[in-house]
């Protein structure tokens, strides 16, 4: 959100520091032509839930709060990790005492608003592992951990990772010990914001820094041979697959169990139980009992790949059980087998295929279509890994003839509402107010329902990654989201040593890998109200490379200030986009403001959509409800007058700030009164304009039961196909222009007869 009130407090989050030296953990790898993301050692896995033995290690934990030494935090570990434990004193060891240490939640937050002190500290847990998973291909995932986190296993460093919104995972079998207690510690250093420059985000934000461990953390087992992730790029007919298979036979020493095959691969098996939020005990959820093998020497591996029609309710809609979509007993749509060859251990391959379809649904927010897909690998042994995951077929683009947004061909103007994750409790004094971050469906679905009701399709949100439980239920319920990497208010010196350390590279691939399976993103955001031009366009230009070479299927775009309405730094971007703030921040008049502002943005980016990713005002004070309406109706006008869906039209989004009430940093505030909706879950008058305005059909998808399906299905198994096919179609284009060239020739020859016999 614009705040010119900002500026003199951003001046004053300029601190000179020496940049940290901690490098970045990801990196991608060319395997076989293609391109692999490795983080920690080890190809970076799914996120989702997955029906494989897995421990939950959220509930309680012992925790220490502590403000921890940033510069040793951001030092390299070649020689920070010494510093690090000899700060610890012990507390990343099994025999240190911390009974004496609060309980906390996991996931939760160190300083639970409104608790404005940004701490780190030390966690630490303890949990029990089946002996039966000796061998097993054991990883440690994170959801998220805000920001700096360092974890041990058993007292064995694993690694660390910077970046307090997406996640990561550690190879957790070298210092797993099954069959007895193990203890997972975890340090977590959230520097303030304001006292550094190379963190991300670095200064003044408008919104609440949850430090700690935020998101959720489990341990996942599955065979030493088994699919890492499956990738969809989807096309209107049809989608590209590419599935990493990894090998970690022997890599962790001792037998290889492997979970009992689910049933036939044609029909869906029987689902396990699905965790429950806030489930406090380490639950071990697996489709059947381990079964311990030899090892072998892999000769062979293939790997099944199975489309299967998908089916969202009001029963699965918050599912994370990927299987409950699928409808009954189905048979697949299409399916195929792959020889993935010789997998040696360490060394992850690249499964490549595409399905083609005809007369597919296509994912819209008002037509919210999901197919499943389903991958099962087969070792040379016999034993199976299943991975699971759901996609949609949807297009966004720019019409390459006119600034208008193209959603499966057809023109759309989005109408938005900001959403921030977390909820408010305790309305009736702000003194008692409360913020909690978001861990379960039942508040995104109320939220949601809210969206709804206002008209929205799309949801940008926030100034950071999605909540992924935001982003399942948008893709099931069917709503359009905007999601950024936090560049917030960032300056030419902050773009120019974030980049240099590799942070926002390393964020938005994070960022772009977890969410690739997800329709619901359409847009990938890569700064917020910046400043710099050079410095800017370098950056952004950088990034929507990164993006393109990861995904490709998804729009890049920034949140310009509004104020500057002829930004040049648009120019490596596919969109345009800006913040509103007319008769608010700047400007006397919201409507003619608004106007003469979207008329010169157009005139400097004449190919691109202008999206308006924030208007809105605070219903605070006297009238406040009734001038923050005012806002809505004289400044919607201007965008809905300039809809792209006109033949002349050029805006593709128009984007309230915010659907709700939230809580921010800024120093006097602690909450922003934006939203459409109060503390208590009332509409004010503002929402009630932007229902009869917005008038959107999105959020649909559980009450519409929508089947997918396909008329006909065919796959493209290799390349070789694919030039077989070329063969084909060259030689019958040939063999058409052969034929023409004879007719034309007669008919020449003939008209040449008939022009001598007109003139003799």
């Known amino acids: 959100m614009l705040m010119l009130l900002c500026v003199a407090p951003l001046a004053g989050c300029a601190p000179t520091v020496r940049a940290g030296s901690l490098p970045p953990t990801l990196d991608m790898a060319e395997v076989g032509g293609g391109s692999i993301a490795i983080q920690n050692g080890i190809p970076v896995p799914t996120f989702e839930f997955e029906p494989r033995l897995r421990i939950d290690l959220g509930g309680s934990w012992r925790v220490e709060r502590a403000a921890l030494d940033d510069a040793v935090s951001l030092s390299d570990r070649d020689g920070g990790l010494e510093q690090i434990v000899a700060q610890a004193g012990g507390r990343q060891t099994p025999g240190f005492d911390d009974s004496g240490w609060e309980q906390t939640d996991v996931p939760g937050t160190l300083n639970p608003p409104p608790d404005t002190r940004q701490l780190g500290g030390w966690y630490r847990r303890s949990f029990d592992v089946p002996a039966s998973w000796t061998g097993a291909a054991t990883t440690l995932k994170f959801g998220a951990v805000n920001y700096i986190a360092d974890v041990w296993l058993n007292g064995i460093h694993l690694g660390y990772h910077e970046g ?13 010990l099954p069959g007895q207690p193990n203890l997972l510690v975890v340090r977590v250093d959230n520097p303030p914001w304001g006292t550094r420059n190379d963190i991300v985000p670095w200064g003044l934000t408008d919104w609440w820094n949850y430090g700690g461990i935020t998101q959720p953390v489990w341990m996942e087992a599955a065979p030493p041979m088994h699919a890492v ?44 139980p699905s965790p429950s939020p806030g489930d406090s005990g380490a639950s071990l959820l697996a489709s059947g009992e381990p079964t311990p093998t030899a090892s072998q020497q892999p000769t062979g591996t293939s790997v099944q790949l199975q489309v299967l029609p998908a089916r969202v309710t009001p029963d699965n809609a918050a599912d994370p059980d990927v299987r409950r979509l699928v409808p009954g007993i189905s048979p697949p749509l299409a399916e195929t087998t792959l020889d993935a060859g010789q997998i040696d251990p360490g060394r992850p391959v690249l499964v490549e295929t595409s399905f083609r379809f005809g007369g597919a649904d296509q994912w819209s927010p008002a037509f919210p279509a999901l197919y499943v897909l389903h991958v099962r690998v087969t070792a040379p042994d016999g034993r199976i890994d299943d991975l699971w995951t759901s996609f949609g077929l949807r297009r966004l683009s720019v019409d390459p003839d006119a600034p208008r947004l193209l959603l499966n061909g057809e023109p759309v103007m989005f109408h938005g509402v900001g959403m921030h994750d977390e909820t408010l409790t305790g309305a009736d004094r702000e003194a008692n107010v409360r913020g909690h971050r978001i861990h379960a469906p039942a508040p995104l679905l109320q939220q949601l329902d809210h969206a709804r009701e206002v008209g929205a399709d799309l949801i940008r949100a926030g100034h950071t990654p999605a909540n992924p439980l935001l982003l399942m239920l948008a893709d099931r319920l069917g709503f359009a989201v905007w999601e950024e990497i936090p560049l917030y208010h960032f300056t030419p010196l902050t773009f120019g040593i974030t980049m240099r350390r590799g942070i926002p590279q390393q964020m938005l691939r994070e960022m772009a890998l977890r969410d690739m399976n997800h329709p619901s993103v359409v847009f990938h955001g890569l700064a917020n109200e910046s400043t710099g031009q050079s410095e800017r366009t370098d950056a952004l230009s950088a990034l929507h490379d990164i993006d393109r070479q990861i995904d490709g ?20 971007l596919d969109v345009a986009g800006f913040t509103f703030y007319y008769g608010v921040f700047y400007g006397e008049s919201a409507a003619g403001g608004t106007e003469q502002a979207l008329e010169i943005a157009h005139q400097a980016n004449p190919g691109k959509p202008i999206l308006a990713l924030e208007f809105g005002r605070w219903s605070d004070g006297r009238n406040g409800t009734q001038l923050q309406q005012a806002i809505f109706t004289d400044t919607y006008p201007a965008f809905e007058r300039h809809a792209d869906v006109r033949d002349d039209g050029f805006v593709a989004a128009a984007t309230w700030w915010a659907l709700e009430d939230f809580l921010t940093m800024r120093p006097g505030i602690f909450v922003e009164h934006f939203g459409l909706y109060d503390i208590a879950g009332d509409i004010r008058p503002a929402g009630l304009s932007a229902a009869q305005a917005f008038a959107a059909t999105a959020g649909q998808g559980a009450r519409l039961e929508i089947e997918s399906s396909v008329r006909t299905a ?11 096919l070329a063969v084909q179609i060259g030689y019958a284009v040939l063999v058409a222009l052969a034929l023409l060239t004879i007719v034309l020739g007669l008919l020449l020859a003939g008209g040449g007869r008939a022009l001598r016999r007109t003139t003799s």
């Open 164 to 176: 307090g919104y997406t996640p990561f995972a550690f190879d957790a079998g070298p210092a797993l």
């Open 229 to 272: 992730r499956a990738d969809v790029v989807p096309h209107l007919d049809g989608a590209d697959v590419s599935v990493v298979v990894e090998n970690r036979e022997n890599l962790a020493g001792g037998p290889t169990p492997s979970p009992t095959p689910s049933p036939s691969a044609s029909r869906t098996p029987s689902p396990s």
């Open 553 to 572: 299927t998804r729009l890049t775009g920034q949140a310009a200030y509004g104020s500057e309405p002829a930004d040049p730094t648009h120019a490596p």
């Open 714 to 724: 065919r796959v493209n198994d290799a390349p070789a196909d694919d030039w077989a």
